[in-house]
């Protein structure tokens, strides 16, 4: 019972969220406010670094196996991600829910709960 109030509890948290990309940069002195860069155009220049970046990155991709194994559990992947980086990383375990609506296992959980 207590996991599933917890459960419902954190659905509350994340309806009281702000929608990602609802904020917009509007004052250029605030731009390292800001962390979502979704509506921003990017130059023929950037779109070329960008590709050329991730070619690079293809040539120095994961084996089959490693690929596999970070696929298998994905919750404790990100467990252990979070424990490493603590509060290093820009943002909390929250924003991606916010930022891949789609990973929201709990809304499913809530929708079980109210049928």
Request: with cysteine; glycine share 0%.
């Amino acid at each position: 019972m207590e996991d599933v109030q917890q459960q419902c509890s954190d659905v509350n948290v994340v309806e009281k969220r702000k929608q990602f990309g609802t904020r917009y940069l509007t004052d250029e002195s605030e731009t390292f406010n800001f962390n979502a860069w979704d509506s921003v155009e990017w130059s023929d220049e950037q779109k070329a670094e960008a590709e050329a970046k991730v070619a690079e990155q293809h040539l120095h991709a994961l084996n089959t196996n490693a690929a596999k194994n970070l696929l298998q559990n994905p919750n404790q992947q990100w467990q252990t991600f979070y424990e490493k980086h603590e509060q290093k990383f820009f943002m909390n375990r929250n924003w991606i829910l916010t930022e891949f609506p789609e990973l929201d296992t709990l809304n499913k959980v809530s929708d079980l709960l109210y049928f």
